[in-house]
Protein backbone atom coordinates (compact mmCIF):
# COMPACT_ATOMS: atom_id res chain seq x y z
CA UNK A 1 0.00 0.00 0.00
CA UNK A 2 1.27 3.46 -1.40
CA UNK A 3 1.64 5.89 1.55
CA UNK A 4 0.59 9.74 1.52
CA UNK A 5 3.91 11.80 0.40
CA UNK A 6 3.79 14.30 3.25
CA UNK A 7 7.09 15.74 2.36
CA UNK A 8 5.46 16.59 -1.33
CA UNK A 9 2.87 18.09 0.21
CA UNK A 10 4.78 19.71 2.12
CA UNK A 11 7.25 21.20 -0.37
CA UNK A 12 4.03 21.87 -2.61
CA UNK A 13 2.38 24.59 0.43
CA UNK A 14 5.39 25.95 0.99
CA UNK A 15 6.05 27.21 -2.97
CA UNK A 16 2.95 28.20 -2.66
CA UNK A 17 3.59 30.61 0.05
CA UNK A 18 6.66 31.67 -1.28
CA UNK A 19 4.58 32.53 -4.39
CA UNK A 20 1.92 34.20 -2.21
CA UNK A 21 3.67 35.80 0.83
CA UNK A 22 3.49 39.32 -0.17
CA UNK A 23 0.09 39.62 -1.03
CA UNK A 24 -0.66 37.54 1.76
CA UNK A 25 1.05 39.68 4.15
CA UNK A 26 -0.61 43.04 2.63
CA UNK A 27 -3.69 41.59 3.16
CA UNK A 28 -3.43 40.51 6.67
CA UNK A 29 -1.82 44.15 7.07
CA UNK A 30 -5.36 45.94 5.87
CA UNK A 31 -7.65 43.23 7.81
CA UNK A 32 -5.68 43.82 10.98
CA UNK A 33 -6.22 47.81 10.30
CA UNK A 34 -9.52 47.52 9.70
CA UNK A 35 -10.00 44.92 12.50
CA UNK A 36 -8.07 46.93 15.10
CA UNK A 37 -9.77 50.21 13.88
CA UNK A 38 -13.23 48.80 14.26
CA UNK A 39 -12.11 47.43 18.00
CA UNK A 40 -10.89 50.80 19.16
CA UNK A 41 -14.14 52.35 17.32
CA UNK A 42 -16.08 50.11 19.18
CA UNK A 43 -13.90 50.32 22.64
CA UNK A 44 -14.56 54.33 22.48
CA UNK A 45 -18.09 54.59 21.03
CA UNK A 46 -19.07 52.00 24.10
CA UNK A 47 -16.81 54.09 26.90
CA UNK A 48 -18.87 56.95 25.12
CA UNK A 49 -22.33 55.36 25.55
CA UNK A 50 -22.02 54.26 28.96
CA UNK A 51 -20.94 57.71 30.19
CA UNK A 52 -23.96 58.86 28.46
CA UNK A 53 -26.22 56.26 29.99
CA UNK A 54 -25.17 56.86 33.29
CA UNK A 55 -26.05 61.03 33.25
CA UNK A 56 -29.19 59.93 31.54
CA UNK A 57 -30.08 57.02 34.20
CA UNK A 58 -29.04 59.64 36.95
CA UNK A 59 -31.32 61.84 35.68
CA UNK A 60 -34.15 59.92 34.80
CA UNK A 61 -34.58 60.67 31.20
CA UNK A 62 -34.53 58.41 27.88
CA UNK A 63 -33.48 61.25 25.10
CA UNK A 64 -30.15 63.43 25.77
CA UNK A 65 -32.15 66.21 24.88
CA UNK A 66 -34.10 66.12 27.86
CA UNK A 67 -30.82 67.03 29.62
CA UNK A 68 -31.63 70.61 28.83
CA UNK A 69 -33.65 70.20 32.15
CA UNK A 70 -30.95 69.00 33.99
CA UNK A 71 -28.37 70.33 36.43
CA UNK A 72 -25.60 71.81 33.85
CA UNK A 73 -22.40 69.49 35.41
CA UNK A 74 -24.73 66.08 33.63
CA UNK A 75 -25.02 68.61 30.29
CA UNK A 76 -21.27 69.13 30.42
CA UNK A 77 -20.14 65.62 30.90
CA UNK A 78 -22.17 64.49 28.06
CA UNK A 79 -21.33 66.98 25.48
CA UNK A 80 -17.14 66.75 26.65
CA UNK A 81 -17.58 63.11 26.16
CA UNK A 82 -18.75 63.00 23.22
CA UNK A 83 -16.64 65.95 21.56
CA UNK A 84 -13.65 63.47 22.70
CA UNK A 85 -15.27 60.86 21.58
CA UNK A 86 -15.46 62.09 18.13
CA UNK A 87 -11.94 63.57 18.30
CA UNK A 88 -10.29 60.08 19.08
CA UNK A 89 -12.35 58.58 16.60
CA UNK A 90 -10.59 60.38 13.95
CA UNK A 91 -7.26 60.44 15.55
CA UNK A 92 -7.85 56.40 15.88
CA UNK A 93 -8.45 56.46 12.32
CA UNK A 94 -5.61 58.23 10.51
CA UNK A 95 -3.13 56.89 12.64
CA UNK A 96 -4.04 52.79 11.67
CA UNK A 97 -4.34 54.30 7.89
CA UNK A 98 -0.63 56.02 8.17
CA UNK A 99 1.10 52.55 10.19
CA UNK A 100 -0.90 50.41 7.41
CA UNK A 101 0.44 52.38 4.76
CA UNK A 102 3.74 52.19 5.85
CA UNK A 103 3.67 48.46 6.41
CA UNK A 104 2.20 47.79 3.18
CA UNK A 105 4.86 49.85 1.84
CA UNK A 106 7.84 47.49 3.18
CA UNK A 107 6.42 44.54 2.05
CA UNK A 108 6.39 45.87 -1.68
CA UNK A 109 10.13 46.44 -0.96
CA UNK A 110 9.91 50.23 -0.70
CA UNK A 111 12.24 51.69 1.36
CA UNK A 112 10.36 52.88 4.36
CA UNK A 113 13.65 54.82 5.69
CA UNK A 114 14.35 56.52 2.26
CA UNK A 115 10.56 57.57 2.22
CA UNK A 116 10.44 58.89 5.84
CA UNK A 117 13.62 61.42 4.86
CA UNK A 118 12.26 62.06 1.47
CA UNK A 119 8.77 62.94 3.59
CA UNK A 120 10.90 64.75 5.76
CA UNK A 121 12.95 66.97 2.95
CA UNK A 122 9.42 67.29 1.21
CA UNK A 123 7.94 68.22 4.43
CA UNK A 124 10.44 71.06 5.48
CA UNK A 125 9.79 72.82 1.51
CA UNK A 126 6.41 72.38 2.54
CA UNK A 127 6.86 73.65 6.27
CA UNK A 128 5.39 77.17 5.18
CA UNK A 129 2.52 76.09 3.00
CA UNK A 130 1.03 73.79 5.51
CA UNK A 131 1.90 75.67 8.92
CA UNK A 132 -1.97 76.60 8.68
CA UNK A 133 -3.05 72.75 8.90
CA UNK A 134 -0.77 71.82 11.73
CA UNK A 135 -1.38 75.28 13.60
CA UNK A 136 -5.66 74.36 13.07
CA UNK A 137 -5.10 70.41 14.19
CA UNK A 138 -3.14 71.68 17.30
CA UNK A 139 -5.23 74.62 18.13
CA UNK A 140 -8.54 72.07 18.06
CA UNK A 141 -6.89 69.58 20.12
CA UNK A 142 -6.37 72.29 22.80
CA UNK A 143 -9.79 73.33 22.89
CA UNK A 144 -11.30 70.22 23.30
CA UNK A 145 -9.05 68.60 25.85
CA UNK A 146 -8.80 72.32 27.75
CA UNK A 147 -13.09 71.79 27.37
CA UNK A 148 -13.41 75.47 26.15
CA UNK A 149 -16.15 74.36 23.69
CA UNK A 150 -18.05 71.48 23.42
CA UNK A 151 -20.92 70.19 20.90
CA UNK A 152 -23.92 71.84 21.95
CA UNK A 153 -22.44 75.06 23.42
CA UNK A 154 -23.47 78.40 23.01
CA UNK A 155 -20.50 80.08 21.96
CA UNK A 156 -19.17 83.72 20.62
CA UNK A 157 -16.17 83.21 19.12
CA UNK A 158 -13.49 86.06 17.94
CA UNK A 159 -11.60 84.91 14.79
CA UNK A 160 -9.31 86.50 12.66
CA UNK A 161 -11.83 87.01 9.84
CA UNK A 162 -14.20 88.70 12.61
CA UNK A 163 -17.11 87.17 15.32
CA UNK A 164 -19.06 84.17 14.82
CA UNK A 165 -21.78 83.59 17.43
CA UNK A 166 -24.22 80.43 17.62
CA UNK A 167 -24.24 76.83 18.63
CA UNK A 168 -21.42 74.76 18.50
CA UNK A 169 -22.53 71.69 15.91
CA UNK A 170 -19.24 69.24 15.35
CA UNK A 171 -15.90 69.88 16.73
CA UNK A 172 -12.69 68.73 14.52
CA UNK A 173 -9.41 68.66 14.83
CA UNK A 174 -9.32 71.41 12.11
CA UNK A 175 -12.32 72.91 11.47
CA UNK A 176 -15.25 73.68 13.83
CA UNK A 177 -18.58 74.11 12.60
CA UNK A 178 -21.35 76.64 14.03
CA UNK A 179 -24.90 77.36 13.31
CA UNK A 180 -26.01 80.90 14.21
CA UNK A 181 -29.11 82.38 15.26
CA UNK A 182 -30.49 83.02 11.50
CA UNK A 183 -29.60 78.79 10.53
CA UNK A 184 -26.51 79.60 9.07
CA UNK A 185 -23.82 77.21 9.39
CA UNK A 186 -20.50 78.51 9.94
CA UNK A 187 -17.28 76.51 9.20
CA UNK A 188 -14.31 78.18 11.58
CA UNK A 189 -10.71 76.98 10.98
CA UNK A 190 -9.43 76.42 14.55
CA UNK A 191 -6.32 77.84 14.13
CA UNK A 192 -8.00 81.32 13.07
CA UNK A 193 -10.36 81.64 16.51
CA UNK A 194 -8.44 83.50 19.36
CA UNK A 195 -10.79 84.01 22.18
CA UNK A 196 -14.05 81.68 22.77
CA UNK A 197 -16.55 83.10 24.68
CA UNK A 198 -18.95 80.25 25.76
CA UNK A 199 -22.14 80.81 27.73
CA UNK A 200 -23.00 77.17 28.20
CA UNK A 201 -20.27 77.10 31.24
CA UNK A 202 -20.97 77.23 34.68
CA UNK A 203 -23.90 79.61 35.28
CA UNK A 204 -25.19 82.64 33.46
CA UNK A 205 -26.95 86.31 34.78
CA UNK A 206 -30.13 87.57 33.61
CA UNK A 207 -29.36 91.49 34.06
CA UNK A 208 -32.50 94.04 33.42
CA UNK A 209 -31.97 97.44 33.34
CA UNK A 210 -35.44 99.17 34.03
CA UNK A 211 -35.78 103.07 33.63
CA UNK A 212 -37.92 104.51 35.66
CA UNK A 213 -39.31 108.30 36.45
CA UNK A 214 -38.17 110.65 39.29
CA UNK A 215 -41.62 110.89 40.00
CA UNK A 216 -42.17 107.29 41.24
CA UNK A 217 -41.69 105.75 44.64
CA UNK A 218 -37.52 103.85 44.10
CA UNK A 219 -38.54 101.40 47.15
CA UNK A 220 -41.98 100.50 45.62
CA UNK A 221 -40.68 99.95 42.02
CA UNK A 222 -37.72 97.89 43.79
CA UNK A 223 -40.20 96.06 45.38
CA UNK A 224 -42.54 95.47 42.97
CA UNK A 225 -39.72 94.45 40.53
CA UNK A 226 -37.57 91.94 43.20
CA UNK A 227 -41.45 90.14 44.15
CA UNK A 228 -41.89 89.88 40.14
CA UNK A 229 -38.76 88.11 39.59
CA UNK A 230 -39.00 85.85 43.02
CA UNK A 231 -42.50 84.69 41.87
CA UNK A 232 -41.02 83.56 38.70
CA UNK A 233 -38.15 81.99 40.39
CA UNK A 234 -41.06 79.64 42.67
CA UNK A 235 -42.46 79.07 38.99
CA UNK A 236 -42.11 75.33 38.61
CA UNK A 237 -41.45 75.83 35.11
CA UNK A 238 -38.09 78.09 36.01
CA UNK A 239 -37.69 76.74 39.58
CA UNK A 240 -34.89 74.43 38.02
CA UNK A 241 -33.61 76.90 36.29
CA UNK A 242 -32.80 79.78 38.78
CA UNK A 243 -29.99 78.81 40.55
CA UNK A 244 -29.76 81.45 43.67
CA UNK A 245 -32.36 84.33 44.30
CA UNK A 246 -33.09 86.94 42.09
CA UNK A 247 -31.24 90.71 43.89
CA UNK A 248 -31.77 94.25 43.10
CA UNK A 249 -28.79 96.10 43.06
CA UNK A 250 -30.16 99.78 43.20
CA UNK A 251 -30.08 102.53 41.10
CA UNK A 252 -27.42 101.93 38.11
CA UNK A 253 -27.37 104.91 36.64
CA UNK A 254 -28.91 108.80 36.59
CA UNK A 255 -29.38 110.42 33.41
CA UNK A 256 -31.40 113.00 32.67
CA UNK A 257 -34.38 111.33 31.29
CA UNK A 258 -35.09 108.58 34.08
CA UNK A 259 -33.40 106.39 37.09
CA UNK A 260 -32.05 103.13 36.00
CA UNK A 261 -32.82 100.19 38.52
CA UNK A 262 -30.61 96.60 38.29
CA UNK A 263 -32.47 93.21 38.58
CA UNK A 264 -29.78 89.98 38.53
CA UNK A 265 -31.16 86.93 38.51
CA UNK A 266 -28.07 83.49 38.82
CA UNK A 267 -29.86 80.97 36.18
CA UNK A 268 -28.52 77.62 34.65
CA UNK A 269 -26.27 78.64 31.39
CA UNK A 270 -28.07 78.42 27.72
CA UNK A 271 -31.49 78.75 29.55
CA UNK A 272 -30.80 82.92 30.20
CA UNK A 273 -32.55 83.65 27.10
CA UNK A 274 -35.55 82.20 27.90
CA UNK A 275 -35.39 83.33 31.45
CA UNK A 276 -34.67 87.14 30.33
CA UNK A 277 -37.76 87.17 27.70
CA UNK A 278 -40.40 86.10 30.58
CA UNK A 279 -38.99 87.84 33.21
CA UNK A 280 -39.23 91.41 30.92
CA UNK A 281 -42.89 90.28 30.34
CA UNK A 282 -43.71 89.82 33.91
CA UNK A 283 -42.09 92.70 34.60
CA UNK A 284 -44.16 95.08 32.34
CA UNK A 285 -47.39 93.76 33.63
CA UNK A 286 -46.20 94.37 37.23
CA UNK A 287 -44.98 97.77 36.44
CA UNK A 288 -48.55 98.55 34.80
CA UNK A 289 -50.33 97.06 38.35
CA UNK A 290 -48.29 99.71 40.01
CA UNK A 291 -49.14 102.18 37.63
CA UNK A 292 -45.28 103.20 36.58
CA UNK A 293 -44.93 104.72 33.07
CA UNK A 294 -41.28 104.29 31.78
CA UNK A 295 -39.75 107.30 30.42
CA UNK A 296 -38.68 107.52 26.61
CA UNK A 297 -35.01 107.37 27.59
CA UNK A 298 -34.56 109.06 23.77
CA UNK A 299 -36.53 112.07 24.02
CA UNK A 300 -36.12 115.83 21.78
CA UNK A 301 -37.57 118.64 22.85
CA UNK A 302 -38.09 121.90 21.18
CA UNK A 303 -38.36 125.45 21.93
CA UNK A 304 -40.19 127.63 19.39
CA UNK A 305 -42.29 129.96 19.11
CA UNK A 306 -46.11 129.44 17.92
CA UNK A 307 -46.45 130.49 13.99
CA UNK A 308 -49.53 131.94 15.04
CA UNK A 309 -48.50 133.92 18.13
CA UNK A 310 -47.30 137.93 17.39
CA UNK A 311 -43.24 138.38 18.13
CA UNK A 312 -42.36 139.69 20.96
CA UNK A 313 -39.50 142.38 20.64
CA UNK A 314 -36.40 141.56 21.97
CA UNK A 315 -35.03 142.87 25.12
CA UNK A 316 -37.07 142.88 28.68
CA UNK A 317 -40.58 143.05 28.48
CA UNK A 318 -42.31 146.55 29.28
CA UNK A 319 -45.33 146.55 31.14
CA UNK A 320 -47.67 149.68 30.46
CA UNK A 321 -50.73 150.93 32.02
CA UNK A 322 -53.74 151.40 30.13
CA UNK A 323 -53.19 154.85 28.18
CA UNK A 324 -49.83 155.29 28.52
CA UNK A 325 -47.60 156.13 25.44
CA UNK A 326 -44.24 155.07 24.06
CA UNK A 327 -43.01 158.31 25.97
CA UNK A 328 -44.02 157.37 29.06
CA UNK A 329 -42.05 154.03 29.08
CA UNK A 330 -38.99 153.51 30.89
CA UNK A 331 -35.98 154.10 29.40
CA UNK A 332 -33.67 150.34 28.95
CA UNK A 333 -30.68 150.43 30.27
CA UNK A 334 -27.46 149.16 28.62
CA UNK A 335 -27.01 146.43 30.96
CA UNK A 336 -30.78 144.99 29.58
CA UNK A 337 -29.14 145.23 26.14
CA UNK A 338 -27.34 141.84 24.59
CA UNK A 339 -24.56 143.47 22.97
CA UNK A 340 -22.04 141.01 20.55
CA UNK A 341 -19.36 141.36 23.26
CA UNK A 342 -21.42 140.26 25.82
CA UNK A 343 -23.05 136.98 23.84
CA UNK A 344 -19.73 136.26 23.46
CA UNK A 345 -18.81 136.07 26.94
Known sequence: MDTFDWSALGDGVYAWYLAWRVPLRILGVIVGAVLLRAILRASIRRVVDRVVGS?????AVEH????????????RVVQRTRTIGSVLNNLVTWTIVSIAIVLVLSELQFSVTALI??????????????????????????????????????????????PVSGVVEIVGVRVTQVR???????????????????????WARVILDI????????????KAMLDTAQAMANDPTWRRKILEKPEVWGIESISAEALVIRLVVKVRSGDQFDIARDLRRRMKIALDDLGVALPALNRLVLDGLDAKAPRKPAGRPVSRAAGATAADAPPTSSEDETTPSKAAD
Open 117 to 162: ASAGILGAALGFGAQNVVKDMLNGLFMVFEDQLGVGDIVDLVTTQG
Open 211 to 222: PAPYTADIDAVE
Open 180 to 202: DVNGTLWYVRNGEITNVGNKSQG
Open 55 to 59: VKKAQ
Open 64 to 75: TVELTASPLHAV
